[in-house]
């Protein structure tokens, strides 16, 4: 997201694979999850980590959300169903990994970009933008990728 | 348990026990302790270890013999003693030797056997003492070397002396005594927890052997982990724990847990018990009786976990990990909990959590936290209280206090079933209940619950917020809100429903905002409040969300959503009717307007254009709107805007054509648009800033054909313009297809010049009526086709060499009496001359000066680079009894005289006066036209001629014009050829093989023919007045050479005969005659002229002898009013050879003296101008060539005889 007005807005649909789920609550899990990633980033900052994974931001529930965070900012959220499980951080670096693989791969296909706005012709992310079912295609195959 | 410390006994002589001189000592040695910055260096782990601070315990040696090794349980390494101290004092080895000795060694014998444990022998000297055994040091060995000697049989030293005494008491005294206590500590403790260690690694290796235990592995383990808690070492110690999680969790997964208990055995107050004390339980014992549940012995790791964590104070994740733990535990409990107590683990969970934000609150009330981790803190507290209101949502969920739908059915885990929840559907057979009395409460009271709920929601905002944590705490106030509507509080909940979106909007979180907004809409129609400007607002945002695309997720099914946007809109339509005033609603995204056709159409049958738009409306239904506006605009701040009434906007793209009544031709660009919904207004600018040009999104263009049959305007200037009087413009309305009711004509010019609309004149047959009035002029009943010119005059614009001026034309015409067009064009209109004209004066007498004539030639140059051709010009009185005759002195040719850049023209006239009349002004009418004029006329002249031989070629006369003037300006080679022949040969013209090739065919042979430029055209005419120069004195100046110096009188006609030798003198006459003929009539009464001449010095020429310079007086004749002529004879000498030029006189009037009659003019120069009539006369001069002789006459009377 490089323009910073656009900062922290979503540009990923937000999808749920578990059946039978409330959106609203992913939607505040994604939302609420920022507040944590600034936090993080900050100590990141302070620390001068270049890290990417922002480890486990919390847990609420029956959830567990993991932060990611691109070297340009993209940040890739994901919510785990809580397990009583250890859940190993590779595991999940792994999902991240494939998730931002799979999405520069679809933000450097020139296609996607054929029906945005000329105005917007250098904020790659208003291409993103949820409702494309380009787009949703994607995301599901950058799941499967990762599962 | 946790207060583990390491012990240090001591023993010693019992004589020196029991002294005071112990107890001192005993005294200022525990001031030491305790110990300070302690370095491990374990064999074991990598890196060194650093203790700050270790409590050390001393203990007499006896009193802790006796509970030693009782129990098989493996305790801590640090429950026996690490060290064993001997102290004694004594004078000097004859003494220790026969008193203290024995007892060391007996004492040595049996501390030296224990394993894992060091010794220490202490000897204590008195200060004095020391100095006298320094004395003795060289003959005996001192005690301290003896003790040594005796007992530290290997290399290291464990054997110290102490130099103290009450007096001199300091650390110093003791550093050499503290550091040997350290290192035996650190060194018994590392041999301890080694072998410790080794155990465990045993025990663990065995673990898939039968009998193995967890739990007596599990204490194993425990125990290193609490030895190294005893050593305050934290961070290792809770590395132990964090082993042991990891190694139950494998013997989870192996399922081999015959030696636990149940998954859990509930005891009371289970649930509401604090979290992290250790012993609200036995767990030690349970542990040890294989009979601790996996519940208890989860809480156990966990609090033990937490209590290092809070020591090494990182309450962020002392906090993380109970909240963590309880989500994840409590999950593993679902699965059990048909055994449980109903709302155990709802009860369990919101306990332990704030128990857990309690007690960390506790720990860290002795810490100092920075800023980032008070932070992090708070918002790890956040959560749990997060966590704990969660519950509250189960319990309210199921007890029927909240309903099950967003957000209070967030919380609910997803496979819980509410039926077993519900308290009518309790189990019988189970009489086990929760204890938490805030939660009792709440399952039977909804107030208690709400209550609760609050205050638990509004704990959490609270962390949040000082944790920074913004968007968390947005969440909890939606809770709120959400359980305001259920209480039935709609006021505040709408208040906060309408105050969320703007936290969610700005990110474009539409998502959030939408379910927002569609609360507060929901709330608002079931208050049934009025919908008013606020409610349109909320309902805007919310449509504006609704057709973002991710609002729609969260809402309801599609179908329904149609339904109820269906409602809302027709809402917002009734709404926007009733309000008293526009609602404008900039860059709304439900509707979007485009232009897909860069060029607008004319609408034919009128004037007007039509242009194409889309209209796109993103709702899933129609929108009822009135009215869709598009504005253009132009250059100069010209705006021209499109309607068009629609009924209603269909969902997706509408195609629609809109109207502008009032349109001139040119390039626009889209300036702005608006759809109108009664008061609703929605709005958008399309006008784009310098930046976002330049980043390439370039504004929308559309272009304007010209209408020929349209309404037009233009500004001329007048075919005649006379200087001298008021300027005029000429108005030039042509109505072509409309028959004009009525028509406003405005102008507007640059600052300073005024139209003075009074004073308008119609030009031209059949003028049309017309009114005006102060800023106007209004043409009334104009027929089509009919074409109006008005002159009308304005003040003075000479300082501009165009004036731009700007034409508004306001028209009705009959056939649409309701439309008022306005047509508003800016035209250029040249205000000053395209020639400039000098004139000059020259006065000559015809017969010498006695009747002076005067020629004026007139020098006409452009002012610009275009050529101009003159047809006439013309120099006449304004009437017949002017007193000056105009002769023109050019043979008036009909030839045209073209004036360029390069070549002006020159006209000169004769003017002969009658001398005492008075002479009127004269007028220079000149008849020119520009170049391009000539040829453009020429131009539309050959096409309609060509026009009227086929009328095939009419509909394309303007573009065969247009091709035909663009090849003329593309070269200018034409113009020689056109000058001198008047044919007219268009560059590069290449005709086609259309219509348009065969007019421009025709055109082009018509235009070939040879022609005279007078033959067509109109000419344009400049009227310059022209004053009658005046001069007092006109003198006629003459140098003669004459044959004979010595002879009378001058012959004009005499031939010079003899021919002039340089070096020579030369006789001459200089003679002046002076006229009055050009003077002004005043002078009438001047009698004469005090005048000087002056003969010019050529040095480098002439030589002058004689009166070169005079005044003279030259007195007026009144006879015929002309002078006298002086002549003064002078003598000339050639300095060279050569064709020379006479000197010029020159002949100047002086100042008319002051006083007498002329008083009043005391000052003036009277006006002389002088006619040198040798002007251009030369003479020849010989050069004296051969031998001169000169003969001296000695007393001869002889004349002298050049030879």
Not at chain 2, 481 to 496: E, F, K, M, P, S
Request: charged residues 25%; contains cysteine; proline residues 5%.
């Amino acid at each position: 997201m490089p323009s910073p007005l656009k900062l922290n807005a979503p540009s990923h649909l937000i999808r749920t694979f578990a059946q039978g789920q409330d959106e609203l609550k992913y939607h505040y899990i994604a939302h609420t999850s920022l507040d944590v990633i600034d936090e993080r980033n900050a100590a990141a900052i302070a620390s001068k980590s270049t890290d990417c994974y922002m480890n486990l931001l919390y847990t609420m529930e029956d959830v567990a959300v993991y932060g990611y965070m691109t070297p340009l900012k993209m940040k890739i959220i994901i919510a785990l169903a809580l397990t009583d499980s250890v859940v190993r951080d590779a595991d999940v670096l792994t999902i991240f990994r494939a998730l931002h693989t799979a999405y520069r791969h679809a933000v450097a296909n020139p296609f996607l970009r054929l029906d945005a706005p000329i105005d917007g012709h250098n904020d790659h992310a208003t291409v993103l933008l949820a409702g494309s079912p380009k787009w949703k295609r994607k995301a599901v195959g950058a799941f499967s990728l990762a599962a | 348990m946790s207060s583990q410390a390491v012990t240090i006994t001591y023993a010693g002589p019992l004589v020196f026990l029991s002294t005071d001189h112990w107890k001192q000592i005993y005294a200022s040695l525990l001031s030491q302790l305790p110990l300070r910055n302690l370095h491990w260096k374990s064999s074991a782990r990598n890196a060194l270890r650093s203790i700050q601070e270790l409590d050390v315990k001393l203990v007499a040696l006896e009193t802790l013999r006796d509970d030693h090794a009782a129990s098989q349980v493996p305790q801590t390494v640090l429950d026996k003693p690490l060290l064993n101290m001997y102290i004694f004092i004594c004078e000097d080895s004859e003494s220790y030797r026969v008193n203290n000795r024995k007892h060391i060694k007996e004492w040595h014998a049996s501390v030296s056997q224990r394993k894992n444990q060091e010794w220490l022998i202490v000897h204590v000297v008195r200060p004095d003492q020391n100095v006298a055994q320094g004395r003795l040091f060289q003959m005996k060995a001192s005690v301290l070397d003896k003790v040594k000697a005796d007992f530290n049989a290997d290399k290291k030293d464990r054997c110290v002396q102490l130099v103290w005494s009450a007096e001199k008491d300091s650390p110093a005294v003791w550093a050499d005594l503290v550091t040997k206590v350290k290192d035996g500590i650190l060194s018994a403790f590392d041999g301890a927890l080694k072998q410790r260690e080794d155990e465990v690694k045993r025990s663990e290796g065995q673990r898939q052997m039968p009998g193995w235990n967890f739990c007596t592995f599990f204490i194993l383990k425990e125990s290193v982990a609490n030895s190294l808690e005893g050593m305050n070492l934290y961070e290792d110690s809770l590395q132990q724990y964090f082993e042991l999680e990891e190694i139950f969790s494998q013997v989870l997964r192996e399922k081999n847990l015959s030696w636990f208990g149940t998954l859990i055995t509930p005891t009371p107050n289970d649930d509401s018990a604090p979290l992290l004390s250790v012993d609200k339980k036995p767990y030690r014992d349970l542990i040890l009786a294989n009979t601790i549940s996996v519940f208890d012995f989860r809480i156990y790791l966990l609090s033990r976990e937490c209590a290092l964590l809070g020591k090494m104070g990182d309450m962020e994740e002392l906090c993380r990990k109970a909240a963590s733990f309880l989500s994840t535990f409590a999950r593993t409990l679902r699965e059990v909990e048909n055994t449980l107590a109903p709302f155990f683990i709802e009860s369990w969970i919101y306990s332990s959590a704030l128990s857990v934000v309690d007690q960390s609150e506790d720990w860290a009330r002795t810490l100092q936290l920075d800023k980032p981790a008070l932070a992090s803190f708070n918002a790890a507290k956040g959560e749990l209280v997060e966590l704990a209101r969660h519950q509250l949502d189960i319990l309210g969920i199921a007890a029927g206090f909240l309903p099950n739908k967003p957000p209070f059915s967030l919380a609910l885990p997803s496979f819980i079933n509410l039926a077993d929840k519900s308290p009518r559907n309790r189990r019988a057979s189970m009489d086990l209940t929760i204890t938490r009395p805030e939660l009792l409460s709440s399952l039977v009271d909804a107030d208690a619950l709400y209550d609760q709920y609050v205050s638990i929601t509004n704990r959490a905002i609270d962390l949040y917020v000082t944790a920074g944590r913004r968007k968390f705490a947005l969440k909890m106030h939606g809770s709120l809100a959400a359980l305001d509507v259920h209480r039935d509080r709609l006021g505040n909940a709408l208040q906060t429903f309408t105050s969320l979106p703007a936290h969610y909007s700005p990110h474009g979180w539409t998502s959030l905002e939408a379910f927002m907004l569609n609360r507060a809409l929901d709330i608002h129609a079931s208050t049934e409040k009025t919908k008013d400007r606020e409610w349109i607002h909320i309902l805007l945002h919310f449509l504006r969300a609704y057709v973002d695309g991710m609002g729609r997720d969260l809402l309801m099914s599609e179908e329904d959503s149609k339904v109820y946007v269906e409602g809302l809109v027709a809402s917002l339509k009734d709404a926007a009717q009733e309000m008293d005033s526009d609602i404008p609603s900039p860059d709304h995204t439900v509707l979007s307007v485009s232009l897909p056709f860069r060029d607008a159409t004319l609408a034919e049958s009128r004037d007007g254009a039509l242009l194409g738009i889309v209209v796109q409306n993103k709702l899933p239904c129609a929108l009822p709107v009135d009215e869709v506006e598009v504005q253009l605009g132009g250059r100069d701040n010209t705006k021209i805007t499109f309607t068009v009434k629609v009924a209603s906007l269909a969902p997706g793209l509408n195609k629609l054509t809109a109207f502008c009544p009032s349109s001139a031709p040119g390039t626009y660009a889209l300036f702005s648009t608006q759809i109108t919904m009664s008061r609703l207004l929605f709005q958008w600018k399309h006008t784009k800033t310098a930046k976002q040009i330049r980043a390439g999104n370039l504004p929308t263009l559309v272009h304007i054909p010209k209408d020929h049959c349209a309404l037009d305007v233009k500004l001329k200037q007048p075919p005649r313009i006379e200087l001298g009087i008021p300027s005029r413009a000429v108005v030039v309305l042509s109505t072509g297809r409309n028959e004009v009711a009525s028509a406003v004509v405005k102008l507007g010019a640059p600052s300073g010049v005024t139209f003075k609309y009074a004073e308008t004149e119609m030009i031209g047959d059949d003028p049309p009526p017309f009114r005006t009035e102060n800023d106007c002029v209004m043409f009334l009943d104009i027929k089509p086709g009919q074409t109006v010119a008005a002159s009308i005059p304005h003040s003075d614009a000479s300082a501009y060499h165009y004036m731009k001026v700007t034409i508004t034309v306001d028209y009705v015409t009959t056939s649409e009496q309701a439309i008022t067009r306005t047509l508003r064009l800016n035209r250029m209109i040249a205000t000053s001359l395209p020639v400039a004209i000098n004139v000059e004066d020259f006065f000559r007498g015809t017969r010498l000066v006695a009747l002076p004539t005067l020629f004026t030639m007139f020098t006409l140059s452009t002012t610009s680079h275009q050529h101009v051709r003159v047809k006439t010009t013309q120099l006449s009185s304004q009437s017949e009894s002017s007193g000056v005759k105009v002769t023109g002195c050019t043979a008036q040719k009909p030839s045209v005289v073209t004036i360029t850049p390069v070549q002006p023209g020159r006209f000169l006239f004769q003017m002969d006066s009658i001398r005492g009349q008075v002479r009127e002004g004269l007028k220079l009418h000149i008849m020119y036209r520009m170049l391009r004029e000539e040829v453009e006329s020429l131009v539309e002249l050959a096409v309609k001629e060509a026009v009227a031989e086929d009328a095939d070629i009419a509909p394309h006369r303007q573009d065969i014009v247009d091709k035909l003037v663009q090849s003329l300006e593309s070269s200018a080679t034409w113009v020689e050829l056109y000058g001198v022949t008047g044919e007219l040969v268009p560059p590069g013209v290449e005709p086609s093989d259309d219509q348009i090739g065969k007019g421009l065919r025709r055109a082009l042979e018509i235009l070939k023919q040879k022609r005279t430029p007078i033959s067509f055209g109109d000419w344009r005419e400049i009227v310059i007045p022209v004053d009658v120069p005046q001069m007092h004195i006109l003198a006629a100046a003459r140098l003669q050479i004459l044959e004979n110096p010595v002879a009378e009188g001058t012959t004009k006609t005499e031939r010079r005969k003899r021919p002039l030798y340089a070096g020579q003198p030369i006789s001459a006459l200089l003679a002046v005659q002076t006229s009055f003929h050009w003077a002004p009539l005043e002078d009438k009464k001047v009698e004469s002229y005090h005048m000087r001449y002056e003969v010019e010095d050529l040095i480098n020429d002439w030589l002058v002898s004689g009166r070169k310079r005079g005044d003279f007086t030259a007195r007026v004749s009144h006879l015929h009013r002309d002078g006298e002529t002086l002549t003064v004879p002078v003598t000339l000498i050639a300095l060279h050879h050569g064709e020379l030029a006479l000197p010029k006189i020159s002949v100047t009037a002086l100042p008319i003296i002051a006083g007498g009659e002329h008083r009043m003019r005391s000052s003036v120069v009277p006006g002389c101008d002088t006619h040198q009539v040798h002007g251009a006369e030369k003479v020849l001069v010989l050069p004296r060539g051969g031998r001169t002789t000169f003969v001296v006459n000695m007393g001869n009377n002889d004349a002298i005889n050049p030879l």
